[in-house]
């Protein structure tokens, strides 16, 4: 090859990297159709330059072998290729067919994690706004959908989900969150190791609270080994410091209101009392409330250790409300609320957070903005007696993998199979797809261009960044929100599907999230339309190397208040009351005889949920789906590193490698989900020779979070023994 060929063949495009929230900004060297190198983009205006181990498997995904690229079709136990048109018509037919025999909740939908990383996730909108089920689902309920009603109660909009201002604060409090390996999540921040050291370097404090020293741990001055679940009852106790000692309160940009409740709820929290359920002596609990209390600024930030615990709600609130009594709400250094290009926040606070619209069929769990908590989904799927059928007969999943990331001991593969018609949207024959009657593979991630618009709402800095296209997509290769919007379109009443089907599928293609992205910077708060000639538009944002940076979070929850009287909550009626009620359980520390350990979860660099264990890069070296446990703990059972060991719960057990650490609070132990890639029919093959175990076998879906029915994953009690029959190696 001539040095000027190679010269023309070899390009280097810039982009994000589209597998976490972090979206850090990426240059991919390409060489003919091969990427030959993927590294961070020091001139993104958000990550400069820095990158996790994960960005590489971008470039794998995209050339893997596993990946479909055609839609598939089920016949018998295997799937076939067929052509798009072929598939959206049986699609339609079948979706249309459950719905006019057993109606409009007949068919269900989930929305999985990646769904949110693309700008196409509006479309898997539209297309559950066209099927008009009530049995929506998404990974929102096994994630943030406590953080989101604590923010509906306290300032009024589920959106209004407030970011810690890492870069300016004077002490960082992070409870049940590990940024160092997440990059941070509804507090987007890429290089979070770096972000960190900048406070201590700067002259500021970090505190970690997490039963397990981790990698975050490990960064900061102190790290506080919080009993699992034990957040609420350390924060009480903080409160009650703060209250006792006198608050030292910055005039609030928004009026507080309920200090009075609080004060006299928190009046019996004494960090005496609060210290055994917390697992965090009284000294402790005083020493981090007055470091709060007395920092220049201060913020706790709380993520989804505490999320995935019965108490996930009232953990969020209270840490709104620490950071509210201190001074620390919308300032500097504190809790704010972003500028981003397309203001969501304020376009969505009006719409309502919705609570109890409607139930699920047992009346257990009640709709939380107009979605169903996943722990249900089974029940939906299953009748009352064994072989019986339930109310859904259909299923569309896109983005998701629910068999092996939500907690239903095992019941939704037998659910999956009882279904009339299941369409997968994915690019894997997954632990889910396997079972589904068509698949529906979008493009790799390099072969998309996009402008993201969620998680500039989230980012620890106001940022406007363009996704360049890494490949053009084969002809006949689809977009998710093509597949969307097809798949509404099929489900749409007549006359949509017959005699305007032309002009409208016309139409639907030009509706492309580029042009609705252009049309929501143009008339955003930084849009032309309002800031004149100098304002933003997607032409000027795709143009900037880098992206642009829209400077640090500002004040401004006065314009976005959304309750009725335009007051931050600090106490509202029904956390007072559950509070209460917890305050009045006698028993501290629950344990059964049985099931004598605490499970957590816990995520690796180099995992992302459940669909990297395809990429060799990303499951080369140690096993990482072990059982982490405490060395009193494997000694009383007289268990030794390495040996394979059966944790149980009351509903499932797995059998996993135990790896002994003090890293990890005595009574606890930690194995990460995602894992258990050993079904048979799954189409990844690299993943199968480092299967590990579903972690969520073991999780009852009955337990969850108070308020919201999110998955509470963190609580389970489980017991741990050497595998039956297993010799040691
Ligand atoms: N026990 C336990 N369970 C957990 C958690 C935990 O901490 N502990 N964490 C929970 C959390 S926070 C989350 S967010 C969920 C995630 O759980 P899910 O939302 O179910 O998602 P993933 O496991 O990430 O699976 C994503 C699927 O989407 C496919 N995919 C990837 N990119 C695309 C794309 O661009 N388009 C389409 N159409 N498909 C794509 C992948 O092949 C994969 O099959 O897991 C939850 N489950
Ligand atoms: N590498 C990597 N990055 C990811 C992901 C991934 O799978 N891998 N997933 C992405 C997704 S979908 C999300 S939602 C985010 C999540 O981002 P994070 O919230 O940062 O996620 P985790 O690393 O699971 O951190 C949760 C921490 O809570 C601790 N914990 C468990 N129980 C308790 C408790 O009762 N109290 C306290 N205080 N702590 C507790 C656990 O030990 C763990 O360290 O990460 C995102 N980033
Ligand atoms: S932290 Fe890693 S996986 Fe997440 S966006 Fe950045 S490079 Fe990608
Ligand atoms: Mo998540």
């Given at each position: 090859m001539t040095a000027e060929k190679t010269a023309v063949s070899t390009h280097t495009v810039a982009r994000q990297c589209t597998l976490c929230e972090a979206h850090c900004g990426i240059l991919v060297t390409v060489d003919h159709d091969r990427v030959t190198r993927i590294e961070g983009d020091p001139d993104d205006v958000l990550s400069h330059g820095y990158i996790c181990p994960k960005a590489t498997a971008l470039a794998d995904l995209h050339h893997d072998p596993d990946r479909l690229r055609r839609p598939m079709r089920r016949v018998g136990d295997s799937f076939e290729e067929i052509d798009w048109d072929e598939a959206f018509a049986l699609a339609g037919s079948r979706l249309r067919a459950v719905q006019r025999r057993h109606?409009?909740?007949a068919v269900a939908m989930y929305l999985g994690n990646p769904a949110a990383h693309s700008s196409s996730v509006l479309y898997g909108i539209a297309l559950r706004v066209a099927l008009l089920t009530r049995k929506f689902y998404s990974a929102s309920s096994i994630d943030q959908f406590p953080q989101e009603f604590a923010a509906w109660k306290m300032?009024?909009?589920?959106?209004?989900m407030p970011i810690a201002d890492v870069d300016r604060t004077d002490r960082l409090l992070i409870l049940g969150a590990n940024p160092a390996v997440s990059n941070g999540s509804v507090t987007t921040m890429p290089d979070a190791r770096g972000r960190i050291a900048a406070i201590r370097r700067r002259g500021g404090s970090v505190v970690v609270v997490d039963p397990r020293r981790t990698e975050t741990a490990r960064l900061a001055d102190e790290h506080v080994a919080v009993r699992p679940g034990g957040d609420p009852y350390l924060l009480l106790g903080m409160l009650h410091t703060i209250f006792a000692d006198g608050i030292h309160q910055k005039p609030a940009t928004v009026p507080l209101t309920g200090m009075d409740h609080l004060a006299e709820l928190v009046a019996a929290c004494t960090p005496e009392e609060m210290a055994p359920r917390a697992g965090v002596d009284a000294d402790t609990i005083r020493r981090l409330a007055r470091d709060h209390n007395s920092a220049r600024s201060a913020v706790a930030y709380a993520r989804i250790g505490v999320c995935h615990q019965v108490t996930g709600t009232l953990t969020h609130w209270l840490v709104n409300t620490l950071n509210a009594v201190t001074g620390n709400l919308d300032r500097p250094g504190g809790q704010m609320f972003s500028s981003p290009p397309i203001d969501v926040a304020r376009l969505m606070r009006r719409l309502g957070s919705g609570y109890g619209m409607w139930s699920s069929r047992t009346g257990e769990y009640k709709s939380f903005r107009t979605e169903l908590p996943v722990v249900g989904m089974a029940d939906e799927m299953l009748g009352d007696a064994q072989g019986s059928v339930g109310p859904v007969r259909a299923l569309v999943t896109y983005a998701?993998?629910?068999?092996?990331?939500?907690?239903q001991g095992g019941r939704l593969d037998e659910a999956l199979d009882s279904l009339d018609f299941f369409v997968a949207v994915d690019m894997y024959l997954t632990e889910t797809s396997r079972h589904a009657d068509l698949i529906l593979p979008p493009v790799s991630h390099l072969e998309r261009e996009e402008f993201d618009f969620l998680f500039p709402v989230f980012s620890v800095r106001n940022n406007a960044r363009f996704s360049a296209r890494v490949f053009e997509p084969a002809a006949d290769a689809l977009e998710d929100w093509q597949i969307m919007s097809r798949l509404t379109l099929e489900v749409l009443p007549l006359p949509f599907r017959t005699w305007s089907a032309r002009p409208v599928r016309a139409l639907l293609d030009r509706l492309s999230p580029l042009r609705l992205g252009a049309l929501g910077v143009l008339t955003g708060p930084h849009g032309v339309l309002r800031r004149g000639r100098r304002g933003l538009t997607l032409g000027r944002i795709r143009r900037a190397r880098g992206g642009i940076d829209l400077g640090p979070l500002q004040p401004r929850l006065r314009s976005l208040v959304s309750t009725r009287d335009r007051r931050v909550h600090v106490a509202p009626p029904e956390f007072v009351d559950e509070t209460r009620r917890l305050a009045a359980d006698a028993e501290i520390d629950y344990r059964d005889e049985e099931f004598d350990l605490r499970l957590i979860g816990r995520r690796h660099l180099?995992?992302?949920?459940?669909?990297?264990?395809?990429?060799p890069t990303m499951v080369k070296g140690r096993d990482r789906c072990t059982v982490l446990m405490h060395p009193d703990d494997a000694a009383s059972r007289s268990l030794v590193h390495g040996q394979p060991v059966t944790v149980r719960s009351r509903i499932g057990s797995i059998v996993v490698p135990v790896e002994v650490s003090d890293e990890i609070r005595a009574g606890t132990v930690a194995v990460p989900h995602?894992?258990?890639?050993?079904?048979?029919?799954?189409?990844?093959f690299t993943a199968a020779a480092h299967p590990g175990a579903n972690v969520?076998?073991?999780?009852?879906?009955?337990?969850?979070?108070?308020?919201?029915?999110?998955?509470?994953?963190?609580a389970t009690m489980v017991n741990v023994a050497a595998k039956a029959s297993a010799a040691i190696s």
């Open positions: 109606g409009r909740d300032f009024g909009s589920n959106v209004l998701g993998n629910p068999v092996l990331s939500t907690p180099r995992s992302n949920n459940s669909w990297l264990h395809n990429i995602g894992w258990g890639h050993d079904e048979k029919g799954v189409g990844w969520n076998l073991l999780h009852d879906p009955a337990v969850t979070d108070t308020f919201t029915g999110n998955a509470a994953v963190n």
